[in-house]
């Protein structure tokens, strides 16, 4: 075919979630796939969390059980054309479910883009803080976050901390506790956004912040953090230009639900690798335990006192953003108990909802077609017992 007759449907073919364009050789992401696999994959992992959490964690129950005095319903985004489950028990827990992780995640991120930009239309400088400590293969994961927590308390309440702050015109932060796991063990650390008056560059704002995080370390019981490496100062600017990308509002609220770099692992990695079912699953199953242990009670983003009124930000709970937004919807199916039950048993969630935002009118036929696969198993299994 002569190349000037290609069309661009010819010359970008999908291919198992990517686009390959042929005149360029080109790869790239087909976003609407990307999303169902990668929703595909949360519902799996969820299934791997729920044996290590235990059948009474709240994870264990969530998008599993019926909620009291609700009917279980498909609904569907007559604005974003999204499937989503509803009358289902939601856990909201951001460190253990990665199915409310995912909504709650987003949604700050979201709601962080509109601090940012409330920030700039009122004249604020944001810098992104880093802080990390010391640690090794053996440190007691809760330790090393009591020692964290401590240190930023005497790093903002001490007499060098409020100087600082009273220098750089801080109005307020807003701090992100994040995990990864690697060689070293686990590494807690802290993201923090400096709202500030002032304007300042990332090397003066280090080399003022540096001293005073690796004197808190210390007196809070941490080792002391090297200058290398214990505080990091990024310019926030960049923030404006990724309002719809990964950026720096991702870097709060999002990093223990991504793959790890550089050799580190995720939380979610844990999962991950359970998932795949090597020779190291127990390791990992171990390590999401300790994780989740660790964790539990603990806040993901804290804003400092009066910040959200200062930026024009509401108070929502992450129990209000892990639940379906039902505006604006409308039902494509209500499920009884039993088909619920099948839809589960054959593990077919996520391509319930892919079959409902791609071709619902086939909706009715995939769930009679579980629920009678379900039934025949349960006659099989009591025939057998």
Request: charged share 25%; glycine share 8%.
């Amino acid at each position: 075919m002569p190349l000037g007759n290609i069309t661009k449907n010819e010359a970008a073919q999908e291919t198992r979630g990517f686009q390959v364009n042929h005149l360029t050789g080109e790869i790239f992401e087909n976003q609407e796939r990307t999303a169902k696999l990668a929703r595909a994959e949360r519902w799996s992992l969820q299934s791997v969390a729920r044996p290590i959490l235990g059948a009474e964690h709240r994870t264990s129950k969530c998008m599993c059980r019926k909620a009291p005095k609700q009917e279980i319903e498909i609904l569907k985004s007559k604005e974003h054309n999204k499937a989503s489950y509803k009358g289902l028990y939601v856990c909201a827990s951001l460190w253990t479910c990665p199915i409310c992780a995912a909504k709650i995640s987003e949604r700050r991120r979201v709601e962080l883009i509109g601090a940012l930009a409330s920030a700039k239309s009122q004249g604020l400088h944001v810098k992104l803080l880093t802080l990390t400590v010391p640690h090794g293969i053996g440190d007691d994961l809760r330790d090393i976050l009591e020692g964290i927590k401590n240190a930023w308390r005497r790093t903002t309440t001490g007499r060098a901390g409020k100087a600082l702050r009273k220098l750089l015109g801080v109005r307020g932060t807003i701090r992100a506790l994040e995990v990864t796991y690697g060689q070293n063990g686990f590494h807690p650390h802290l993201h923090v956004l400096l709202f500030l008056d002032n304007h300042a560059t990332n090397q003066c704002v280090e080399g003022l912040f540096c001293p005073i995080w690796q004197d808190a370390c210390t007196k809070a019981g941490l080792p002391r953090p090297s200058d290398m490496h214990g505080c990091r100062v990024d310019d926030g600017s960049k923030a404006a230009s990724y309002a719809s990308k990964w950026g720096l509002e991702s870097e709060m609220t999002k990093n223990h639900t991504k793959h790890g770099k550089q050799g580190g692992m995720t939380p979610w990695d844990f999962l991950r690798a359970v998932l795949e079912d090597g020779s190291d699953a127990a390791k990992y199953r171990a390590l999401f335990k300790v994780y989740t242990e660790a964790f539990h009670g603990q806040r993901q983003l804290h804003w400092s006192m009066g910040l959200k009124a200062l930026l024009e930000v509401g108070e929502v709970s992450d129990e209000e953003l892990a639940v379906t937004d039902q505006d604006n919807c409308y039902i494509l199916a209500r499920l009884v108990t039993p088909e619920w039950r099948a839809i589960m048993h054959a593990r077919a969630q996520a391509a319930v909802l892919d079959v409902a935002e791609d071709h619902p009118e086939k909706l009715p036929a995939l769930i009679a077609g579980l629920y009678q696969r379900h039934r025949a198993y349960l006659a099989r299994k009591a025939k057998a017992g």
